[in-house]
């Protein structure tokens, strides 16, 4: 496990991967948005549309020196990085 693995799921990170997945960006406050990070979920009361995102990281050993985490429905079967030769 390098450093950024156990760094990555970082609560404001989370936070604004969720707004951005609603559209939202950093227009609306994230103080006002909780994150379970277990879990993958998040609450704000005037955004109901996040209980239907997840948060996914993304993890490749291209990626192994940045944090990236995305939102998207959680209908959506998880992400997978794929590389071409």
């Known amino acids: ?3 950024l693995e156990g760094y990555l ?3 404001p990170l989370a936070k604004e991967a969720f707004l951005k997945a609603l559209g939202t960006g950093l227009s609306y406050p994230p103080t006002e ?5 277990s879990a ?4 704000a009361p005037a955004l109901p549309g996040l209980a239907r995102l997840r948060l996914h ?8 020196r940045y944090l ?3 939102a998207c429905p959680a ?3 998880p992400p997978r990085i794929v590389t071409f030769p």
């Open 1 to 3: 496990m390098t450093y």
């Open 9 to 11: 799921w970082d609560p």
């Open 33 to 37: 948005v909780s994150v379970d990070l």
């Open 40 to 43: 993958g979920t998040a609450f």
């Open 57 to 64: 990281r993304l993890g490749h050993r291209l990626l192994d």
């Open 68 to 70: 990236a985490a995305f």
């Open 75 to 77: 209908h959506l079967p």
